[in-house]
T-cell receptor
């Protein structure tokens, strides 16, 4: 399947600092990437949809000024958690939509390995 | 509203067969996905159904009935490594993925 990388895999930071998470599609171009957050023992929660070259679409309740998303190229989207607080500690996962791969289903989402953020 | 239901937790024995059910009510339907997620890791793609019927892929099979809003994931010859959460997700009319809460599968020797 398609490969999506995410960096860093784990980050610990102090309250008030900003953290940037990178999501890259390694062997395909992704016009659309998604950012999810997952709290322990809960399902994925979509935060925003990132489209290359345009502003991200945020889900209701997600602060766009706190979670800055930039999709500058067809292979890279970044999520910056600004002024992080302990309640932002979570597992952040990106995924990339793979449209119409030959022999595969359309609109499959392939996930990065995730970033575990701990804010002290 | 949109809703996807699947059992919270299931337990099965190594070597046995288990069926994980998923029912959905969504605004439109463009396919149903099953993902596997091991603890502390991101989900990995297992299967995709858009037409009624059974799709078999090795030890895993997925079934869909669009008229009933129902799918199941069938796991055969269970192995300890199959212990994970299994997520059902439906692609709605806007091509947005609607996620179920996941079913935690516990395999016992």
């Amino acid at each position: 399947g398609a490969v999506v990388s995410q960096h860093p895999s784990r980050v610990i930071c102090k309250s008030g600092t900003s953290v940037k998470i990178e999501c890259r599609s390694l062997d395909f171009q992704a016009t659309t990437m998604f950012w999810y957050r997952q709290f322990p023992k809960q399902s994925l929660m979509l935060m925003a949809t990132s489209n290359e070259g345009s502003k991200a679409t945020y889900e209701q309740g997600v602060e766009k000024d706190k979670f800055l998303i930039n999709h500058a190229s067809l292979t890279l989207s970044t999520l910056t958690v600004t002024s992080a607080h302990p309640e932002d500690s979570s597992f952040y996962i990106c995924s990339a939509r793979v449209p119409g791969l030959a022999g595969g289903p359309t609109d499959t989402q392939y996930f990065g390995p995730g970033t575990r953020l701990t804010v002290l | 509203g949109q809703n996807i239901d699947q059992p919270t937790e299931m337990t099965a024995t190594e070597g046995a067969i288990v069926q994980i059910n998923c029912t959905y009510q969504t605004s439109g339907f463009n396919g149903l996905f099953w993902y596997q997620q091991h603890a502390g890791e991101a989900p990995t793609f297992l299967s995709y159904n858009v037409l009624d019927g059974l799709e078999e892929k090795g030890r895993f099979s997925s079934f869909l009935s669009r008229s009933k809003g129902y799918s199941y994931l069938l796991l055969k010859e269970l192995q300890m490594k199959d212990s994970a959460s299994y997520l059902c997700a439906v692609l709605d009319s806007n091509y947005q993925l609607i996620w179920g809460a996941g079913t935690k599968l516990i395999i016992k020797p």
